[in-house]
C-alpha cells in the first residue's frame, strides 16, 4: 500500500529538513515518486472533498483568499497561480495533502490530512486541484 511507502519516505525528508535549517543548507523538497505512484483520482469526486476540506484555506476559486487561509502566515497554496505551480508534479501535490507542508518543504500550516481523508479520497482531491491549476488566472482590470 502507497501509505507505508510515504511513511518511510518522510522520515528520512523530516531529518533532512531539520538538519538543512540547521545547517543553513536548503533540504531536499520532495522525497523520490514511489516507482507504484500513479495518480488515480476522479476530479467530480475532488470537488467534494475540496468544498469541504480545503476551499476555507484555499479560497472557493483555488485562490489561496479562503477565509481561514487570510490569517496564515505564509499563505495557502493560490491553485491558479501559474508562476507558483508551474513544475509541481502530482506526487508533489499528493505528498503535501497527505503528509502536510513540511513534507515538501512547505509551511506546516499546511496539515496533513491522512487519518482524516482516505487514500482514495486524496487523490480525487488532487485531481480536482489539478483542474483548478489549468485554470488562468483572470487579469485585473
Known sequence: MILRKVASLIAPTAALIAVGALANVPPRRVPPVPKEFRLHGDASKGQAVYVSSCASCHGKKGDGRGVAGLALVPPP?????????????????????????PSVGLAATMPPWAGTLTEQQIHDVVAFVKTMMM???PKAP
Open 77 to 101: 497554496a493560490a491553485f491558479d497561480d501559474a508562476k507558483r505551480m508551474a513544475g509541481v508534479t502530482d506526487w508533489e501535490l499528493f505528498l503535501a495533502v497527505f503528509s502536510g507542508g
Open 135 to 137: 485554470k488562468p488566472k
